[in-house]
């Protein structure tokens, strides 16, 4: 049974950096695409990144503009969100998703997926 789970959370103040983790347990990542996704209490879920599992598709919400990056490390069986230039409006829970999937491919639309971690909370904040 594939078992995701986030790690590096936390509070920072506006302008610093974070690195998320998803560790997967259960199923080699070789074979996953993987999607980061962050929900606002209030708020619809949104779509932050994706990467397939052989990082020929990688995909980033345009609203980013460029300060969040997504990658793999198959030897590690985790994929991180480094993100940087953190804004207030970044606050939410961030999942990550999994699909185990044949093609070289990844989405940015959660229902796409058929695994999901638990989350962890980012807060920006002064």
């Known amino acids: 049974q594939l078992q995701l789970v986030e790690s590096g959370g936390g509070s920072v103040q506006p302008g610093g950096s974070l690195r998320l983790s998803c560790a997967a347990s259960?199923?080699?990542?070789?074979?996953?695409?993987i999607g980061w996704f962050r929900r606002v209490p209030g708020k619809e879920r949104e779509g932050v990144s994706c990467?397939?599992?052989?990082?020929?598709?990688?995909n980033y919400a345009d609203s980013l503009e460029g300060r969040f990056a997504i990658s793999r490390d198959n030897a590690k069986n985790t994929a991180y969100l480094q993100m940087n230039s953190l804004k207030p409006e970044d606050t939410a829970v961030y999942y990550c998703a999994a699909l185990n999937t044949v093609q070289d491919i990844c989405r940015m639309t959660w229902g796409w997926y058929e695994h999901w971690g638990q989350g962890t909370q980012v807060t920006v904040s002064s």
């Open positions: 990467i397939s599992f052989h990082g020929g598709e990688i």
């Open positions: 259960g199923f080699i990542l070789d074979y996953l695409a």
